[in-house]
């Protein structure tokens, strides 16, 4: 694992995430991230992308409550993905 991140709103697709890298869109971490994964690709190396998206909605006293992004610091601060700045 070297990068845990989540999209910024829910109706973005993992097509959208990954375009953004492709084309350099957003702000400085899809820069910083998408030249990390050209480096590893032009050393040869294999980039595998995982996501997660929940089939359910979880609430709680009434509210929804976003699971992916309650789990994003969580597994940060458990996993220490390296391209993931610690702060």
Partial sequence: MKYIGV????TT???DRMGRYKSLQGAGTNERIAGKIKDCL???????ISALKP???LLYKGL???LI????NTLIEKLK???N???
């Fill in 55 to 57: 089939k359910s909605t």
């Fill in 7 to 10: 999209c910024q709103n829910s």
């Fill in 42 to 48: 032009k050393d040869g190396k294999t980039v595998k």
């Fill in 13 to 15: 697709t993992l097509k």
């Fill in 85 to 87: 700045i610690q702060k």
């Fill in 69 to 72: 992004k309650g789990l994003e």
């Fill in 64 to 66: 929804n409550i976003d």
């Fill in 81 to 83: 993905p390296e391209w």
